[in-house]
């Protein structure tokens, strides 16, 4: 591993120091430590991977490197190794930025105290999405990432496929959302680059600049209908005051000062042009689509592939469950 990154990674100097970095639920990320002090990451699949397009360690460095062509800050993929002798399974080497992850409202209490800079971290996390979805999938090399129509068709199909697959117990509710969603089906109107898991826990901020400074995660990212994003983010924009949807999570947004989801919309519909019809619906799409996939998280480590044998299986599923049943009440207000 050290001899590979010292020939492939330009200024890499071994030897190399690695440490896993917990926080991530699917691919596994380490901080590697060159002699000189310098700080890289490595991007590897679960030691058990179940849909082999959400661990392609080739695509998702594709992706990265496709970003990295626009305004979205993202950091710098550097390398790509698909020969599995080397550590057990393909990986990518990119560049370490530094940050802050605001995983729930208790650090966003202690790392941003000051409300102002959780208002322009607010404006920022709106301005990067915008920008990534006014991106011109062809023009940044990321054309042929997927099929651009039809998003919300293969989408509904994938996670249902993926449920099936990977469930532990039978929930009614997810069967009743994904025919509703099915029937109550929008046209797509926008297409571009969709990140597929937009959230505050996936970007590394400057908490004093209230600045968004790495998008991190595009495992999920594919081409397709960019309101999915907006759903997405919305239900990850938790008020002070609401009923969480707790479980396994916590919501960074709950600590307070940051946009309202109207002021969240808004903002986006500015940036972009675009008018959001129908968020009721991608964030019942969402809703269910996460229980799916949180559902594969829990499977992987029931199965003790996810390099942590201390997490509350109890609290997935309890965050799953409460998942289906907000998805449920979601998708009824669109009758």
Not at 18 to 33: D, K, P, Q, R, Y
Not at 167 to 184: F, G, N
Not at 189 to 212: E, K, Q
Not at 279 to 293: P, T
Request: charged share 25%; hydrophobic share 40%.
């Amino acid at each position: 591993m050290s001899e590979w990154l010292a020939a492939n990674i330009e200024g890499a100097t071994p030897p190399f120091d690695f440490e896993f970095i917990t926080g991530g639920h699917s691919n596994l990320t380490f901080a590697v430590t060159g002699a000189d002090g310098r700080r890289l990451v490595l991007r590897r699949p679960p030691l058990g991977a179940v849909l082999a397009t959400a661990h392609d360690m080739s695509r998702e460095h594709k992706i990265i490197s496709g970003v990295g062509r626009t305004t979205v800050p993202v950091p710098a993929a550097l390398g790509l190794c698909s020969d599995e002798s080397v550590n057990g399974a393909p990986f990518y080497i990119m560049d370490f930025v530094d940050g802050v992850v605001l995983h729930d409202a208790e650090i966003a209490d202690a790392e941003m105290p000051d409300r102002g800079a959780r208002g322009r971290l607010s404006g920022s996390v709106v301005e990067v999405l915008a920008d990534l979805h006014l991106a011109d999938p062809d023009a940044i090399g990321l054309g042929d990432l997927g099929r651009k129509e039809a998003y919300l068709d293969r989408q509904l199909e994938r996670w249902r496929v993926q449920w099936e697959k990977s469930k532990t117990r039978e929930l009614p509710a997810m069967e009743a959302v994904y025919e509703l969603l099915v029937a109550a089906k929008p046209e797509q109107r926008y297409t571009g680059v969709v990140h597929g898991d937009y959230r505050l826990g996936n970007m590394l901020i400057d908490p004093s600049a209230g600045t968004v400074t790495a998008v991190l995660d595009w495992e999920l990212c594919t081409l397709g209908d960019v309101m999915a994003d907006v759903g997405y983010i919305l239900n990850n924009w938790v008020q002070p005051g609401e009923e969480s949807l707790r479980g396994a999570t916590d919501y960074p947004t709950m600590a307070g000062g940051f946009s309202t989801r109207e002021q969240l919309i808004e903002s986006y519909s500015e940036h972009t042009g675009f008018e959001v019809r129908n968020a009721n619906y991608y964030r019942a799409f969402q809703s269910w689509r996460l229980a799916a996939i949180v559902e594969g998280v829990l499977a992987r480590y029931l199965k003790g592939v996810m390099a942590d044998d201390t997490v509350d299986t109890d609290a997935y599923k309890v965050q799953i469950e409460n998942l289906a049943d907000e998805s449920l009440r979601l998708v009824r207000t669109l009758s």
